[in-house]
């Protein structure tokens, strides 16, 4: 473990060393060392990535290009199969008359459709369509006819009212005895499907979006709030949450909509929604530049109600993948806490409940972490530097051809010149799958 104050990631003697001319840098030697590890990325970094010199600004942004390209090609394969095969595309009956295809998940099976509705731009919207349903006690993982009908239902309202000029990935839920769309099993598929529809199929991935009806609802708000930094909007419907299941703080650079029938009270699910929207309200009054929301009371409605507003309100907002403030309240979910958010990241999976508020300044060229936990019996804020993290940085966020100041909880822990390395973008496309979340610099925070 590190105990000291900062670990700036590169060695000083580095910048002492001239940048390279040419402007795109993945040629030649480095082409094929770099194709040859993002191939196999659980393979150490060979050295000869690891000391290519500091990047200028114009650089990092055509290796950016240069390695999402790379990272398409067909023979920089994944080992594992691909998933997603070509969408079918929807007529103008809404017909869906071909089989779905089956996703493998731990070992579980995930039955799916993988739909193109309308013409699409080069660079596709994509939704992630949850149907209802839920848990009971059958024989096999697909013997409740019920979730077979809601996955029909959520098929057909793909196919005929949700937006047009979209993909759609609609998933059988998995298992009937389990009867959960959040499980790890679940969230493994949702992110595997979403880096392979961004590699292989034109997917844009600031526009990638996550909606439910009733037990799928539940977990847009779950997954809505536990991965923000993956999705452009979420949208629940005829669903609901507590706050400590979805911490409202959490989507405040993610659009979320939440539509419910005022007469839906099983589970007190209106009650629900409403008192979060309340708590939405409040962020919002507290920072303004975040926390684009709506909470929609149908009226005279019940369990069920109209599922055309919902993904229509979301379709129309995209992802910010560099907001200039990220906060980030770690939860567990089945078991997992996750290890990213936008630019910022974990070296390890927290024990606790953590609570991080991080801004970037570009005036003064500053990042700002408040890292803490809640203690006592009033459940107070205290500040928590017991933890290791890091933030990964571009030159959307800051400057860095000028010296980076940090501070942790107030307190400076660095302020120096952070080098852009090829080996921080090669590290970061093979963790995220995301070029948006390829970067150039990183600093490491360790533990007092």
Not at 428 to 434: I, K, N, S, V, Y
């Amino acid at each position: 473990m590190k105990t000291g104050l900062v670990c700036l990631a590169w060695s000083w003697g580095l910048l002492l060393v001239p940048t390279l001319a040419t402007a795109d840098i993945v040629q030649g030697d480095v082409r094929s060392a770099a194709k040859s590890w993002l191939a196999n990325p659980t393979l150490p970094l060979p050295a000869a990535l690891e000391s290519v010199e500091p990047l200028t600004k114009r650089q990092a942004k055509t290796t950016t290009q240069s390695l999402w390209k790379l990272y398409q090609s067909e023979d920089v394969a994944p080992r594992e199969a691909k998933v997603l095969p070509q969408p079918i595309v929807i007529g103008q009956t809404g017909q869906v008359r071909l089989r779905p295809s089956d996703l493998k998940t731990g070992e579980k099976t995930m039955p799916f459709y993988f739909l193109q509705r309308g013409q699409t731009a080069t660079l596709k919207p994509m939704f992630i369509a949850l149907h209802g349903g839920g848990r009971a006690p059958v024989a096999g993982p697909h013997a409740w006819p019920i979730n077979t009908l809601e996955w029909q239902t959520q098929t057909r309202l793909a196919a005929t009212i949700y937006p047009n000029n979209a993909l759609y990935f609609v998933p059988r839920m998995a298992d009937d005895r389990d009867g959960r769309w959040y499980y790890d099993y679940c969230q493994d598929a949702y992110d595997r499907v979403v880096r392979e529809a961004i590699r292989y199929h034109r997917v844009d991935p600031n526009r990638v979006y996550l909606i439910g009806i009733s037990e799928g609802a539940y977990t847009a708000y779950r997954l809505g709030a536990f991965m923000a930094d993956r999705w452009a909007g979420a949208g629940s419907m005829a669903g609901g949450e507590p706050l400590h299941h979805a911490p409202p703080a959490n989507l405040r650079n993610l659009a979320f909509r939440a539509d419910i029938g005022e007469r839906d009270t099983m589970f007190d699910r209106v009650g629900l929604n409403r008192r979060y929207g309340e708590a939405l309200a409040k962020l919002k009054q507290e920072d303004a530049d975040g926390f684009a929301y709506m909470v929609k009371v149908h009226q005279g409605r019940g369990h069920g109600i109209d599922y055309r507003a919902c993904p229509q309100w979301v379709f129309k907002f995209k992802r910010n993948p560099w907001p200039k403030r990220v906060r980030w309240i770690n939860i567990d979910v089945h078991g997992r806490r996750r290890l990213q958010s936008y630019w910022l990241a974990l070296d390890a999976a927290p024990e606790r409940r953590l609570e991080l508020d991080a801004r970037v300044d570009r005036k003064t060229n500053t990042v700002s972490v408040d890292v803490t936990r809640r203690e006592g019996n009033d459940a107070r804020l205290v500040p928590d530097d017991t933890v290791s993290f890091r933030v990964y940085l571009n030159d959307a966020l800051l400057d860095l051809d000028r010296p980076v100041r940090v501070l942790r909880n107030g307190q400076e822990v660095a302020n120096a010149l952070i080098p852009r390395r090829l080996s921080t973008m090669l590290r970061t496309l093979a963790e995220r799958g995301d070029p948006n979340y390829c970067f150039p610099a990183v600093i490491e925070v360790a533990r007092r």
